[in-house]
Every structure is written in C-alpha cells, then in structure tokens.
C-alpha cells in the first residue's frame, strides 16, 4: 500500500477550518438527494434558495450601510468595485457590467475584479484565489484610491485574494466592505463594514455556487440599484437613465416617457429625438413645456436628478451649466 503524502501543517490548518465553515458542513436532511426523483430533487432546491432569500433579509441593517457609505464615495466622485474568486468574482463583474447600459453610467463608474482575470470568467482558476498579493496588485493595477469603495465577496469569508484586496484598500484609504456567507468572517473583520448572509450548508455539501451565489446576486443587487436610486437614475421606479443602443432598448426609452407623461407613442419618439435620446430631457420636455436646449441645461443644474429639474423649471439658471459627464 502506498503511503499517504505528508500534509503540511498549512494544509492540516486549513482542512480544519474549513470544517468549521457553515457553508462547507454537510446537510445531513438531504444525505439521500441522489436517491430523490427529479421533481423532488428541484422542490427540495427551491426549499434551500428560499433560506438565501430570508438570510438577506435579515441582513438588511448592514447592506443599507453598506449602501449609504458607498453612494457617499460615489457622489464625490469614486467608483465602486467589486473583488472575488470563482462564483463571487463572476457575481461581481455581472453586476458592474450591466450598470452602464441600464443606467446610462461611464463603465469605469462600477468595476468587477476576479482573481484569474477575464480568463476566470469562463474557466476554473482555482489557484488564483490562494495568494493575497494577486488580489492587492488587481487593484493596484486599476488605480484603486480614497475616493473609490470596494467590496470583498467571499462566501467562505475567508479567501486570501480577497483579504489582500480588503488590507491593500484600507491602506490606499478606500472605503471596504467585506460580504460573506458565514458569520465571524476574516474579511468582515478586516473590513471597515461588514455583510454576512448565513445560508448555512448547501444541498451539495460545499457548492456555494448555490444558496451562497443566490444570497451573492440579491445583495449585489441591491447595492448597485440602490445606488443608483440615490444617485437620480431612477424616477419612481423607470429607469430614466436607459442608454438606448439597440433597438430593444429604443423601445424601452420610448415606452418609459409613456409611462411618465401619459402621451403617446409619437410625442414620446419626438421628444427623444429632440433631445438626441436622453429619456429623463424628453420626460422634462413633454411635462413643462420648455425647449429641448432648456431642458438638457436645467437637468446639468441640477445633477441629473429628474425630480430636481422638473420642480425648478421655473427657476432662472443663474450659472453657465456644466455639460461634462456626471455619472462619476
């Protein structure tokens, strides 16, 4: 019989760790998952998503700071960025990559970083996520500073390219929030905020792909809309702020000045072209009246916050507007 490899202590360390973990112990209710039909086997998943669901929800106190301290470094003028490996990373650069287009921002406002880079994306870099010093030059590498806001996503909590991130941030003077899926995390510790979504052990023991990915989409989520909320991107519940570069995405703008101002498909397709598509300039346009020329200035005067403009309308601009971009 051959003999065992001997284990480094490191790896002694980190097999018991893990087993502390409560997104890598095995959930002994579904011990038989193989042996269930398919249907039972897809009612008993949707049974565990559910428990991701209500562990946000009772994480609702930290994201909402999370949220409040990020949009505080966005309005003067930072970015967000998200960091992870594997599943986490993907979530990130997900989510900062439909920001732009649904909320008309510069690319460079929202970024995702994932250890392996853009390769990671598609394929397994399982290693990337093991050396600290891969996440700090990541974000070396992107200029990350005092102004910016990071977010650590590890659903262990403990990754190390995620905790050099968070340890070369605070040192750089950028907000950092660490987000896991397990209570008392490394990351939340060496974070300046914390959020910990407890979705406990997965149906596949270990595959936190599953209730930790799903408790990862929802919370970042509610990072970047929310954000963007509060940043008057959003009118209501229309976003107003729809860059419209596909035909889909025409029809869209079209319908959301429709749906704000009660005209009809024509006014709706004149008033955007009036303005050369901006959706918030022809909402302003269609309910008060004034020229396209006025409108684009008055909603510059006022940060691009829709509400803001139509309520000082009537209000002489008294400062030549700013027309450069203001989504940073």
Do not use: W
Request: hydrophobic share 45%; net charge negative.
């Amino acid at each position: 019989m051959t003999p065992a490899p001997k284990q480094s202590p490191e790896h002694v360390a980190l097999r018991d760790l893990l087993g502390e973990l409560s997104t890598e112990r095995v959930n002994e209710e579904y011990a038989g998952f193989d042996l269930l039909s398919t249907e039972s086997q897809l009612v008993a998943m949707q049974e565990e998503s559910a428990q991701a669901v209500a562990a946000v929800s009772e994480a609702a106190p930290q994201i909402a700071a999370a949220i409040d301290a990020i949009v505080a470094r966005l309005r003067g003028g930072g970015r967000l960025v998200y960091a992870g490996a594997g599943t986490a990373g993907r979530m990130g650069v997900l989510d900062a990559s439909e920001i732009p287009p649904t909320f008309g921002t510069d690319p460079a406002l929202v970024v995702g970083v994932i250890a392996g880079g853009e390769v990671a994306l598609r394929s397994a870099v399982e290693d990337a996520e093991d050396e600290p010093a891969r996440g700090a030059a990541d974000l070396e590498a992107i200029g990350l500073g005092p102004d910016d806001a990071l977010v650590g996503i590890s659903a262990s909590g403990r990754t190390p390219y995620v905790l050099g991130g968070i340890e070369y941030a605070r040192r750089a003077g950028a907000l950092t929030v660490g987000f896991a899926c397990n209570a008392d995390s490394a990351i939340g510790a060496a974070a300046d905020l914390v959020i910990e979504t407890v979705v406990g052990p997965e149906i596949v023991a270990g595959s936190t792909r599953l209730k930790g990915g799903t408790a990862q989409k929802l919370v970042l989520n509610a990072i970047s809309t929310i954000a963007m909320v509060r940043l008057g991107k959003v009118h209501g519940n229309l976003m107003v702020d729809v860059r419209a570069t596909n035909a889909k995405l025409r029809a869209r703008a079209e319908r959301i000045v429709m749906q704000a101002t009660g005209v009809d498909a024509a006014a709706a397709s004149s008033a955007l072209v009036s303005v050369d598509g901006s959706v918030k300039a022809a909402i302003l346009v269609t309910l008060t009246g004034v020229a396209p020329e006025v409108a684009l200035a008055r909603l510059a005067a006022e940060d691009g916050v829709l509400r803001d403009a139509i309520s000082s309308v009537q209000e002489p601009i008294l400062t030549q507007p700013d027309h450069r971009s203001r989504s940073r």
